[in-house]
């Protein structure tokens, strides 16, 4: 894939930017690339992508496409419910749905570990939280530390579960309890401060961070085609499939099965370079020396090969040395005809020499790639839709959907989209595409 020279647009505009294709920017011992736009990603970083049962990968189509696909393909039929996950951070209290009402004295303090930067703590027995939520089950993640006692979890004002809070060091964002699968409807998560703790902790407090809710529940028009947990460790799950070719473009990145590890209900995204490989060429080397990236795709034929579509994922991309980089995922791929003439959907485009990170924060793109004889004339048409500022090293629920040429954007709150723009059939063309990772 190529990727476009440009400056930053107005909001929402449509422009023309000549292209320079991608060419190997690294320094002579091939080590240490120099360019963001070499590659998919260009730093060793994980993607940690998708976090437990409770968090599943899932994409839905229009309910008339599925229904419209063809029966003789191999294909798993298409269910009616499936897992969505909503993120509720302890700083919304209250006492109604989805809210936090904090039972006895909590201290509320900021942790830049934590989620969306704050969290509630107490060491006094008998304090409670409690959140009334709608679902099929709950996850409640939250700090381990050495001053870290016993929480006592329960749901609807049954038996009580006893979680151990202590860790010899601290850890933030930890999932520490899974309910039960439950019916779907109105159910109550009550965490107890139980004022108990193991030999080893020098205290008793717990700390209450994030709860993540999972419905049963599809949107009106909408078929569920794909709902991944990622819980079968060393595989990955039907119907997806790991990349293991070299891109059209040597410099683009050459990409490796390896590279894809799935463990604990994470499927983990690698860019990472190797001292030897399969790839020859002389971007690589002579013995394949080079960065090499993991890259996940649903291949057609299938239901989610489709036009239109809704894409619910969550993750967080952490890097192993302090690079950070070029990345671009989720995107929609053509079937068929000219790149990027069909149409290339680009959801979620970072890179920190572009759009420098303010703190912890990063500004993320959305492109949607489109025009005739792009590639012939060396042009190329997008459109460019802002993100809000994302700390990408700390766990997030995205969703992003296309219907009837808008695209819709969400980020932990999936009630109200932080970004929607609508265009042409022209702008987004109606070719059908895969879901690539």
Do not use: C
Not at 1 to 12: A, D, N
Not at 106 to 120: L, V
């Amino acid at each position: 894939m190529t990727l476009p020279v440009f400056k930053r647009p107005p909001r929402g505009r449509r422009f023309r930017s000549r292209t320079t294709w991608a060419t190997a920017l690294f320094a002579k011992d091939n080590k240490r690339p120099l360019s963001p736009f070499a590659l998919l990603f260009v730093s060793p970083l994980a993607l940690l992508f998708v976090a437990g049962p409770g968090a599943a990968a899932l994409i839905v189509t229009p309910a008339l496409k599925a229904a419209s696909t063809s029966p003789t393909t191999t294909t798993p039929s298409p269910t009616t419910a499936t897992m969505q996950t909503v993120s509720l951070n302890d700083a919304t209290t209250g006492t109604g749905t989805n809210q936090f009402e904090f039972g006895g004295f909590w201290k509320a303090g900021a942790d830049s570990r934590a989620y969306q930067g704050d969290e509630h703590y107490s060491n006094l027995a008998g304090n409670y939280v409690q959140v009334r939520f709608s679902g099929t089950q709950v996850q409640l993640s939250t700090t381990k530390d050495p001053w870290h006692g016993i929480q006592a979890v329960s749901i609807d004002g049954g038996r009580e579960t006893r979680v151990d809070l202590y860790a010899p060091t601290r850890a933030n964002q930890v999932y520490v309890y899974t309910s039960p699968l439950l019916t779907d409807g109105p159910h109550t998560l009550k965490v107890r401060v139980t004022g108990a703790k193991n030999a080893n902790a020098a205290g008793s407090y717990i700390v209450v961070d994030r709860i993540d809710v999972a419905s049963s529940a599809v949107a009106s028009g909408w078929t569920n085609v794909i709902d991944t947990d990622f819980s079968s460790s060393g595989a990955l799950p039907y119907p997806w499939q790991a990349y293991n070719f070299a891109n059209s473009q040597p410099s683009a990145g050459y990409y490796l099965p390896s590279h894809v590890v799935v463990s604990g209900g994470i499927a983990t995204l690698r860019q990472k370079y190797e001292a030897s490989g399969p790839a020859r060429n002389w971007y690589y080397g002579s013995n394949g020396a080079g960065w090499y990236q993991g890259t996940i795709y649903a291949p057609a034929p299938g239901p989610w090969n489709s036009i239109d579509h809704r894409t619910t994922f969550r993750m967080r991309i952490l890097s192993t040395n302090g690079i950070t980089s070029h990345r671009n995922l989720p995107l929609r791929w053509p079937l068929t005809g000219t790149q990027p003439a069909a149409g290339e959907e680009n959801y979620l485009e970072s890179d920190p020499v572009l759009a420098p990170p303010v703190g912890s924060m990063q500004q993320p793109y959305a492109f949607f790639h489109f025009g005739s004889g792009a590639q012939s004339v060396r042009y190329v048409n997008f459109d460019v839709l802002d993100w809000p500022m994302v700390d990408f090293s700390q766990w997030h629920t995205y969703r992003v959907e296309r219907r009837n040429h808008q695209i819709r954007i969400w980020i932990d709150d999936l009630t109200t989209p932080v970004v929607q723009q609508q265009w042409s059939s022209w702008e987004l063309p109606d070719t059908q595409k895969v879901p690539v990772f």
